[in-house]
């Protein structure tokens, strides 16, 4: 049980262009959940925390406007990343949480993005 | 995560133990947690432990948590090839977010 997954897996796209990408709660409900963004051979760093039906928190230093979060259903979030530039390719790996077990977070496997 | 601070790197001998150290700076995480992750891939979590633990013990895992010196370590008895991965430290406290260290590198030698 537990299992998130991310859709796509990788994607290159063109400068300029937007690009989604999904991750959902295969088995479970997700009140929370989690964005991180992983440059190579590094840590991750949080993006925002989304919650089913509310607007997402940033992290200081995220644009807002930029990467845009949707969560709206208990399965489903969607990271929009807007107008890319190549500085945006990165890894982004999505978490989600479940009530009442908040600290334990399931992660997805990940989204390679690279911007052209 | 500069709050939580890991080795890069480790190098062991096949059936050999590993330990990976980890310390972190915020004396009200709740969790602290080890992750793993092979390469192109997410993160597993391996095991977790409640801050007012001193030992916990999972198969070939034993993570050891020192509170007063804020000191995390994750023993992994008999190591396989299979354990060659990145390994994470995490932190969480009462908001539930996560606060991870740089990753340790293992890499395991025949």
């Known amino acids: 049980g537990a299992v998130v997954s991310q859709h796509p897996s990788r994607v290159i796209c063109k400068s300029g262009t937007s690009v989604k990408i999904e991750c959902r709660s295969l088995?479970?409900?997700?009140?929370?959940m989690f964005w991180y963004r992983q440059f190579p051979k590094q840590s991750l760093m949080l993006m925002a925390t989304?919650?089913?039906?509310?607007?997402?928190?940033?992290e200081q230093g995220v644009e807002k406007d930029k990467f845009l979060i949707n969560h709206a259903s208990l399965t489903l979030s969607t990271l929009t990343v807007t107008s890319a530039h190549p500085e945006d390719s990165s890894f982004y790996i999505c978490?989600?949480?479940?009530?009442?077990?908040?600290?334990?977070?399931?992660f997805g496997p990940g989204t390679r993005l690279t911007v052209l | 995560g500069e709050d939580v601070e890991q080795s890069l790197f480790l190098s062991v001998r096949e059936g050999d133990s590993s330990v990976i150290n980890c310390t972190y700076t915020?004396?009200?995480?709740?969790?602290l947690y080890w992750y793993k992750q092979e390469p192109g891939a997410g993160l597993q979590l391996l095991t977790y432990?409640?801050?007012?633990?001193d030992m916990k013990q999972d198969q070939r895992l034993t993570v050891l948590l020192n509170k007063k010196d804020k000191h995390l370590s994750l023993r992994i008895a008999d190591t396989q090839t299979g354990d060659s991965a990145i390994y994470f430290c995490?932190?969480?406290?009462?908001?539930?977010?996560?606060?991870f260290g740089a990753g340790t590198t293992v890499t395991v030698r025949a």
């Open positions: 989304s919650n089913e039906g509310s607007k997402a928190t940033y």
């Open positions: 088995d479970f409900q997700a009140t929370t």
């Open positions: 978490s989600a949480s479940q009530m009442p077990s908040y600290n334990e977070q399931f």
């Open positions: 432990i409640f801050s007012n633990m």
């Open positions: 915020d004396s009200s995480s709740t969790y």
């Open positions: 995490a932190e969480s406290r009462n908001d539930y977010k996560l606060s």
